[in-house]
């Protein structure tokens, strides 16, 4: 879905802008009402850490472009700068796009079950306050499609990995219920909803695709093709 919010593009993909398409075409990134080309688009190599990039137009086409190699590391960019676009490719993982349209400053984050583990949403928010005195109040949090509960069940050393560094972050007693987490069921959404709850961002600043991967045809899902291929979302300050 392809959103506007005072000049900064938001947009969730599905598979009719795949990523392998992406890379073997000469065209860039063709949305509804614009053209991105792949000069002006930058990816990261998301390796399901915890690395936060701030990243420029010195970055642009950065794992697009022949020679340009992905962002180093990142599962997360930020950038205030205009016409470059950040890019997250899923296929299950979450995509969270944010932006303060007072600042205008956006960021990009891959939240599968490492980086939300590893609370990446909760720290690119605060790397966005530290770089650029952000004020939390006015931050829209963009969650794209990803697998459900439902459809992600883990073995028990996994599941146990995953709930502990949660209740080391929230320190509740009631984490697992909250979680909605049984038989090895990990709810990652509720996750990154918790993590952005604990940065003060309430349930009005955020929007949710509210679409499962795995259910939805639509969508490219490893847990149930083993596909290769990702859908693309990206953010940017187009003017």
């Known amino acids: ?9 938001i947009y969730h993909g599905d598979k009719q802008n795949d990523y392998l398409s992406l890379l073997s075409s000469n065209k860039g990134l063709v949305l509804k009402d614009i053209e991105l080309s792949k000069d002006r688009l930058i990816g990261m190599e998301q390796t399901a850490q915890d690395i936060i990039s701030v990243v420029d137009f010195t970055d642009a086409g950065a794992g697009y472009i022949e020679g340009l190699p992905k962002i180093r590391q990142a599962d997360a960019m930020i950038c ?5 676009f950040l890019t997250v490719r899923t296929a299950d993982c979450f995509p969270i796009l944010i932006c303060d349209k007072l600042k205008k400053v956006v960021a990009a984050v891959h939240s599968g079950r490492e980086g939300t583990r590893l609370n990446i949403v909760g720290k690119t928010i605060d790397k966005m306050k530290k770089e650029y005195n952000i004020n939390v109040e006015n ?3 963009y969650i794209g499609a990803g697998v459900c509960k439902r459809h992600y069940v883990v073995d028990q050393e996994c599941y146990m990995d995953f709930y502990n560094s949660l209740s080391a972050l929230f320190n509740k007693e009631d ?3 909250k979680l909605n987490c049984h038989d090895y069921h990990i709810d990652l959404l509720e996750a990154i909803k918790l993590q952005l709850h604990d ?3 309430s349930n009005a600043q955020i929007k949710i695709e509210n679409e499962c991967t795995y259910e939805n045809d639509r969508y490219f899902s490893y ?5 290769k291929n990702r859908q693309i979302s990206v953010i940017g300050i187009v003017k």
């Open 1 to 9: 879905m392809e959103r506007y919010l005072d000049n900064i593009l």
């Open 139 to 141: 931050l829209y949090v």
């Open 199 to 201: 940065c003060s961002i």
């Open 80 to 84: 205030s700068v205009k016409n470059v």
């Open 223 to 227: 847990r149930r093709d083993k596909t």
């Open 175 to 177: 984490l697992a219920m």
